[in-house]
């Protein structure tokens, strides 16, 4: 009975997440939705790429959270457009699901947008399993975490676009272990593109920029 209803759950989420595709094709916008476990440094990454990134990529926003506007209030400083979602008054969801998405996508004006980045609820569980349309997903690690996620989360990983290893400034003060971690990354998705990046510092960026860039244009042209 649960398993059926799980299933309806998601072929529902499947049928309005083709509808946001079909909208963000006509808005000729790309869509990146960005997961991770809470913690990993995602808010900040993305405030650092948006600086680096606007005014030649035009970016908009739309953060998820249980509670709170804490995280859209740090990426409005960038002067990005940026919408936030609370899922607490639907019942406190632990991810986005598609229908979640159009209404607010409509209302940042996506026309005016070259990239849009969805900051999903940090979980790495579920929010694999709920397609909203995007074009991209990315799945950002931290060295504060184990390097075993990849294996514990495998789907996050397998259905993931791009991987970004980030806070490795840290990694002097802490045993972990980086090239294990990306091995792990490697060893559930093998073509999986992982940049190793301190969102703290800016090192590592270039190549994740630019891998955000040819992204950008080969589904926009811009
Ligand atoms: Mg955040
Ligand atoms: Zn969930």
Known sequence: MEINIQKRVLEANETQADKNRKFFKEQNVFVLNMMSSPGSGKTQLLCKSLKLLMPSVRVGVIVGDICTRNDADRLEITGAKVTQINTDQFGGDCHLSAHLILASAEGLGCLDLDLLIVENIGNLVCPAEFDIGEDAK???????????????????FRVADVAILNKIDLLPYLDFDAKLAVDNMKQVHPQLPVFEVSAKTQQGFEPWLEWVKIKVFEKTGK
């Open 138 to 156: 990315a799945v950002v690690l931290s060295v504060t975490e184990g390097e075993d996620k990849p294996l514990k989360y495998p789907l996050m």
